[in-house]
């Protein structure tokens, strides 16, 4: 069964199989590590991916908290 964390990357991986970034294997892997452990934690919030000259630079996490107790206020 496909966790909506393994659709986004699979949705990414369509992203970068789709030829914008030219990424040797090694380094597609190691995006995939680092955004799957990003996307496991993460309940509410986004991940941004930071692209320069055409190469993937940086992921940013935010993460957002949901409190309870200002659902009443």
Partial sequence: ???SSHNACLN?????KG???KLKSDERE???AYLE???????FGSIT???QDGKIVQLEKNEKVRLHSNKNR
Avoid: D, Q
Avoid at 37 to 43: G, I, S, Y
């Fill in 49 to 51: 991916l930071i692209v």
């Fill in 19 to 21: 030829g914008r970034f």
């Fill in 30 to 32: 190691e995006i995939f």
């Fill in 37 to 43: 452990k990003m996307l496991v934690t993460l309940k």
């Fill in 12 to 16: 990414v991986h369509v992203l970068l």
């Fill in 1 to 3: 069964m496909l966790t």
